[in-house]
Each structure stands twice: as structure tokens, then as C-alpha cells.
């Protein structure tokens, strides 16, 4: 099953408040619920296999919604109504990807748990750029809640996916369930940490102090050398290419996630997943200034 960017699932503004973040975190949830409670509901006896998962999946959600409403009315007195969402959040559950199994003959449990990894990793993903552009230290820190909940679930989810897996192929396969392998992350890493240095050099101090202190791989300090920029580019050119070579990077090590076999390098990759994720978002915010600065 081919894996779509999950890069894309970005929040519209910096959310200000908690209750604000409770607001969005139920509607997720709540369209979670409804999104999989749909297959969940096919009485067909075809689909019963694949019915399985989303009845699992679904009692999920619903846990989900009941913790979110527990937790918000103890931490701000009040379950949030819709017109206390700041924004609507981009969907973490497509429907039209449930529609893809829902429709497809050849769906099995397998492809289910498999789309409901790649769900918990977009939430994943959603959380931490919430984190990363939040202002408000308990806004920071709710969030960092529900970003290890989706971790959590992402995790339980995989090994619900490999039994799948395992159960296709039979105990004597071997275990191929991702055959290509992605680029080299520390070459990426080389080439953005480059594009970053030629970018810096266009920004104000504050823009490039900024900079300097996004992971896994931060500028060098101002003063402290750094290798050649072999390419010279006009800056639209460069800003794009570090963009592109960041959300790369940020697929690579949720990629890697997925493919650990180990506690130790799926906690590893995970790690890096949150900081790349962190470094783009601010990179696309200092794109953003910049382009708002070109624009007035």
C-alpha cells in the first residue's frame, strides 16, 4: 500500500489557549469515531475480517472522546462546543482513504492496520507542529500529551500490522514487509545544513540566531566555520531547496519509525521524526516572514 506524505497535516494558526487545543483535539477525535465506526457498521460477511479492525478501531476513538471530554472539563470547567475551535483541523482520518479499502476487494486485515499506523503517525505529526509554533507553555505542554499518545497508539498499532503481516506470509517468510530503502539521512542532513548556511546569510541576526537552534542538525554558530557552498542560488531557490530537503528528511525518520525492529531505534527514530518536524515548521515560518517582508 502506497503511503501518502504525512507532512501535510498542518495546523491553520498557532492555537493560544488549552481550552482552544481541547476543542480540536475532540473533533478529531469525534470524526476519528465516525470515519471508522462507518466501516465498523458493514454487515456484509466478505468484509467481516477487515469489520474486525474498525470495530477495534472505533472503540478506540471512542475511549478517545471520553478521556478528551474527562480531561478538558477538569482542566477548564466546561466540555468545548464547536464554535470554540479556533480553526478546522485537516482531517487525520480521510474518509477517502477508508473509501480505498472499503471499495477494494483485496483489502485485508493487514491494509487496515496498516492505514491506522499511518492515521497515528499524522497525528503524530499534527501535535508536534502544533508544539512547534505554540507560544503559550500549556498549550506546549497538553500537546506534548496527546503528540505521546499518538506515538503510543502508533506503536501498538505496528505490531497489530506485523501479527497481520506475519499472518499473510506465514511464520517461515521472512519479514520484507517494506522492500525499498530510503536515502541516506546524513547526506540530506549535510546538504540542508548547507542550504541553511547560504539561507542564513540573507536573514537578519534574529532570524539566523533562530535558526541555529533547530534540530537534528543546527547551524554552526555565528563565526564558526562551516564547509564551502559549493552552489551559488538566488535565495527563492535556496529557501525552496532546504524546504524540500527538510520535509524529506522528516518522512525519512517518520520511514524509519516504521520500519524499526527494535525499541531502541523505533524510540531513536522517533526522536529525530519530532525534531525534523519541529525544523520545518520553523522553517516554513521564516520563509513565511520573509516572503510577507518581499511582499510590503
Known sequence: MARASLLTAVPTAAITEPFALYAVALDLAERAHRHYGALAARVDENFRPVRCVFEVLTA?????VG???AACEQD???????????????DLVPESELSD???SSLSTPYTAWAIAVQHR???????TYVIAVAM???VRSVAEGFAREALADGNLLRRERRAAWRAIRGPRQPDGEFATRP???ALLESLLLKDIAAW???????????LATLAPSPLPPSGQPHEAIVEASPLDQISSRALHRAEQLSDLYLDDADRAIDQSSLELAQKLAAQSIARLAGLRRVAAASTAIDRS
Open 121 to 127: 503517525q499524522r497525528a503524530f505529526v499534527f501535535w
Open 67 to 69: 478521556s478528551l471530554i
Open 101 to 103: 479499502i472499503e471499495q
Open 76 to 90: 477548564c470547567g466546561r466540555v468545548p462546543t464547536p464554535r470554540d475551535r479556533p480553526w478546522v483541523a485537516p
Open 60 to 64: 478506540r476513538e471512542r475511549e478517545r
Open 136 to 138: 503559550d507553555a500549556e
Open 183 to 185: 536515502p541516506s539521512a
Open 200 to 210: 542564513a546569510q540573507h536573514l537578519t541576526a534574529r532570524e539566523r540566531e533562530f
